[in-house]
């Protein structure tokens, strides 16, 4: 018997993981699992893997067991693959989420967009590949966006080229092209899609425009068909009042996971001041809506976002959409280097922020570090975090 991971892929983050990316589960790994798993590339037998690894037969007979239960192996032999997989020197923290803008074209001019002004500019096939293929060495979640991700003239293209590696594929989009067809289409490309839905019809379409809320809902539909849908809304003015009737309709869709955020003072929003609520209110339905994970969440020790970053339509690499001077290029660097100087530049140890003796510092991270320097400074406090967690 040849054992072949199937679905999943052994990543160095912090610890050592198998990351099952269709389910988006994450099993630690003691040295010994990782090792005799580091084999099972579908060449080794099992025999010839304990022998290699020395490892303890009645444990790896458990192993397997197990990992057939998650549906993480396979048997299936296989002379041409490697012996053995490896992986690159880790660098902590670990980059685990890309979050890759493919274009800037959008079907809609959103009042908050953080991109603001649009050139309607494409990201080339060489840099989308080189930057996945550098990503899916340790990462875990591509997240592809735009503007309009589907608008890319090469879009289908990216997909193809996404689903090369063992990685978690989603993408963001505000759902109003999503069709029947092509969510079916896209269920065999990619784990899951994320939909803007900023309030109900009234709310929504004042931050979007006439008629969006009827076509992201429509997307909505279609996807959840095929694939897990999770919403992301933005509290503002005109949908503050809506929240009760908006999470009784997630809920009768039966999106998987809702998140929820402020608009930062960026691009759009920035002629668009008035669709600021001030934090109290914000809070109140920060804490009372949404059921999310989250991936912006700092690891320890570290702020808010230390395990994602952002690559533009021009290959630069950044902390983020927001914080806009990269870097490095993607076209001349490559990812890691790029990712160790984000480390260094904008993902700062609790103990270096102004409000390291916080006491809640460590629920909150810091809050957004963008926040915080439209505030303040980008060691400041993050207003919005410190109402949230000591004023309300």
């Not at 067809?181 to 490309?189: E, F, Q, T, V």
């Not at 068909?225 to 009760?244: G, Q, R, S, W």
Request: net charge positive; hydrophobic share 35%.
């Amino acid at each position: 018997m040849h054992p072949k991971l199937k679905n999943c892929a052994l990543k160095e983050i912090e610890t050592n993981v198998l990351y099952n990316f269709p389910k988006d589960d994450l099993y630690e790994l003691d040295d010994e699992s990782f090792s005799f798993l580091s084999y099972c590339t579908g060449r080794n037998s099992i025999p010839a893997i304990i022998e290699k690894t020395d490892c303890n037969e009645k444990e790896v007979k458990k192993l397997i067991q197990y990992l057939q239960e998650e549906e993480c192996i396979e048997f299936n032999e296989d002379l041409n693959a490697v012996e053995k997989y490896t992986f690159p020197k880790k660098v902590l923290p670990s980059l685990r989420y890309l979050q890759l803008h493919i274009t800037e074209k959008c079907n809609l001019d959103c009042r908050h967009c953080y991109l603001g002004a649009k050139e309607q500019k494409d990201l080339n096939l060489e840099v989308i590949d080189k930057a996945i293929r550098e990503f899916s060495q340790n990462g875990l979640r591509l997240l592809i966006t735009g503007g309009e991700p589907l608008l890319h003239k090469n879009f289908w293209k990216v997909l193809e080229i996404a689903k090369k590696y063992p990685i978690r594929v989603e993408v963001l989009s505000n759902g109003t092209l999503l069709t029947d067809k092509k969510a079916k289409k896209l269920s065999k490309y990619i784990q899951g899609i994320q939909i803007s839905i900023d309030g109900l019809e009234k709310g929504h379409d004042s931050l979007r425009g006439t008629g969006s809320f009827k076509k992201a809902i429509r997307g909505v539909k279609a996807a959840k068909k095929y694939l897990k849908v999770t919403c992301a809304t933005m509290i503002h003015k005109d949908n503050v009042k809506e929240f009760p009737q908006l999470e009784m309709l997630l809920k009768n869709l039966k999106i998987d996971e809702w998140s929820i955020d402020l608009p930062s003072n960026a691009g759009n929003m920035e002629t668009n001041l008035d669709l600021r609520v001030d934090f109290e209110t914000a809070a109140k339905i920060f804490q009372r809506y949404g059921y999310t994970t989250g991936i912006h969440l700092g690891d320890k020790g570290y702020s808010c976002g230390s395990h994602i970053c952002s690559v533009n339509v021009l290959g630069e690499v950044s902390k983020c959409g927001f914080f806009t001077e990269p870097v490095g290029n993607l076209k001349n660097k490559t990812l890691t280097e790029c990712w160790k100087k984000v480390i260094d530049r904008y993902i700062p140890p609790l103990t270096e922020l102004k409000c390291k003796e916080c006491i809640v510092l460590e629920k909150c991270r810091g809050g957004c570090r963008y926040r915080a320097l439209k505030a303040d400074s980008f060691y400041g406090k993050d207003p919005f975090m410190c109402h949230l967690y000591l004023k309300s």
